[in-house]
């Protein structure tokens, strides 16, 4: 596609070099130049697109299924150059309107010279040591990789994970205006003062914990004594029996060894 369209069944935007397999034929001349025509699909809706050529405006014409997007611009915004009109390029060509206008021209040439001889001096200082203009950017780009080299370090001093920017008058004055709540520093000295009471040691377990401690380990002194009478010989294994070891429900099998005759 030469240009952007508007396709002309679903009023999609084709853009500017989109490709297609358009069919190719003769359809006129325009002195000796061939008129030729494309006619093909469009990718959105399979519309027909028909386009021919124009060698007179050496422009591409659209015949149908679609229409040709209109772009204005400013010169100035698109920083172009403005050419001249057909008319204009007629005048210039002309010996007479140059003579007439050659005046005007050198004026102008004279009011802009010292502008433009400033500019190539310009130019010429700025550019004529390559290796001082190299050396400065090269010790910039060194002091700034320095600088963000301390500003990660000191981030991870603090426990941080991202680089802190330098500190500022603006952020010192949005820290000043901050205004915790009024109960915050008496909770947190009345949560120091009560850590640093506190013992460091566990504190005491109660007796019926204490009790029940020493009965396992009653019962477990008297199991192991039992296996270690067993394994050597002493007791045998149908000489167990059951003894009451506690009130209530309470029960614990104790062992009766028997001696070995």
Same mark, same amino acid.
């Given at each position: 596609?030469?240009?952007?369209? /508007? ?28 008129? /030729? ?202 000489? /167990? ?21």
């Amino acid at each position: 596609m030469p240009f952007n369209v /508007w396709c002309g069944g679903c009023s999609s935007m084709i853009g500017k070099g989109v490709r297609f397999n358009a069919e190719k034929k003769q359809v006129g001349n325009y002195y000796s130049t061939k008129i /030729w025509s494309f006619s093909m699909k469009s990718p959105c809706c399979q519309h027909e697109i028909v386009i021919h050529t124009d060698p007179k405006n050496t422009e591409y014409v659209i015949i149908s299924g679609a229409q040709r997007k209109t772009e204005d611009f400013d010169v100035e915004d698109a920083e172009t150059l403005l050419l001249p009109a057909d008319e204009e390029r007629d005048k210039l060509a002309d010996p007479m309107y140059k003579l007439e206008h050659q005046g005007e021209d050198i004026r102008k040439k004279k009011e802009e010279e010292p502008v433009l001889v400033r500019l190539q001096r310009l130019s010429d200082s700025r550019h004529s040591d390559d290796y001082s203009l190299n050396r400065t950017l090269r010790d910039r780009l060194r002091s700034q990789k320095k600088r963000v080299a301390e500003e990660k370090k000191s981030a991870r001093k603090m426990g941080l994970g991202v680089r802190l920017l330098p500190p500022s008058a603006e952020d010192a004055a949005a820290a000043a205006r901050v205004r915790f709540a009024s109960n915050f520093e008496k909770n947190r000295k009345d949560k120091r003062a009560a850590i640093k009471a506190a013992s460091i040691f566990p504190e005491p377990s109660g007796s019926a914990s204490k009790d029940k401690l020493d009965l396992a380990l009653k019962r477990r002194n008297i199991k192991a004594s039992a296996a270690s009478a067993l394994m050597a010989g002493r007791a045998k294994p149908s000489s /167990w029996s059951t003894q009451s070891a506690g009130s209530g429900s309470a029960r614990t099998a104790v062992p009766i060894l028997a001696r070995r005759k």
